[in-house]
Every structure is written in structure tokens, then in C-alpha cells.
């Protein structure tokens, strides 16, 4: 059987890994073996951190929201129930920049939310055939 040398695949590799590690302090960026280990540990937290950045953001929302039906005089999670009640669907990314950049248009969708607690649960009336 033919001896198969890996040196240039093996070149490949570690430049690949370098690559990636460039701007990394120190020994991390020139070295083969700390490098690899930064990449991977790099690339680990990216993974994680794309997810923390979605909770993060919705924490900021809600945040958001909370001050400005603060300021309504409502709590957040009765404006939310309550434009729930109304079947108002809009997202917490849109709510927030409502908040921030329109507080008026903010103040109508507070009052909208009133509107239906304010009421009460609607009775369903019982339906009967004309023979009864």
C-alpha cells in the first residue's frame, strides 16, 4: 500500500484555523494549537450568544412597554391581556417602537385595551331551534 503524506491538506487546515483566529491576543493567533482552541471556544459562544441576544432584545421590549404603561396609568401585563381581549395582534418589537418613537399612537392602543376589560366577559347566549 502507497504511503499518503498530508502535508499539504494538513497546511490547509491549519491555515484555515489561523484564519479564523486572526486578531485573537496574543499567542492565539499565531500558534496552531491555542488558536484552535480559541476558534472553537469562540465558536461556542457565538452559538450561545445568538440565542441570548433574542432574550436580551425581548427583555428590552418588555422594558420598553412596561414604562410607557406606566406612564398610561396600566400595568403591563393588563394592557397585554387586554389587547389580547381586543385581538389586537402586534409584536413586542412594534409595541416598544411605538412607545418610544409615537406615544400618542402608543395612548390609543392603551385606551383600546381598556376598552374590553372594561366590559367584562361577553356572555354567549344559548341558541335554540324554533320548535322549542
Known sequence: MVRV????SAQKRKKRVLKKA???FGH???RYRQ???SVIKGLTYAFRDRK???REFKRLWIIRINAACQEAGVTYSRFMNGLKKANIDI???VLSELA????GAFKKLVNLSK???SEGPKKKEKVTGPSE
Not at 503524506?5 to 499539504?8: G, H, I, W
Not at 418610544?100 to 406615544?103: A, H, K, L
Open 28 to 30: 492565539r493567533s499565531t
Open 22 to 24: 486572526k486578531g485573537q
Open 115 to 117: 376598552e374590553p376589560a
Open 91 to 93: 409584536d413586542r418589537k
Open 35 to 37: 488558536a484552535k482552541r
Open 100 to 103: 418610544v418613537s409615537s406615544p
Open 52 to 54: 441570548v441576544k433574542k
Open 5 to 8: 503524506r498530508s502535508a499539504v
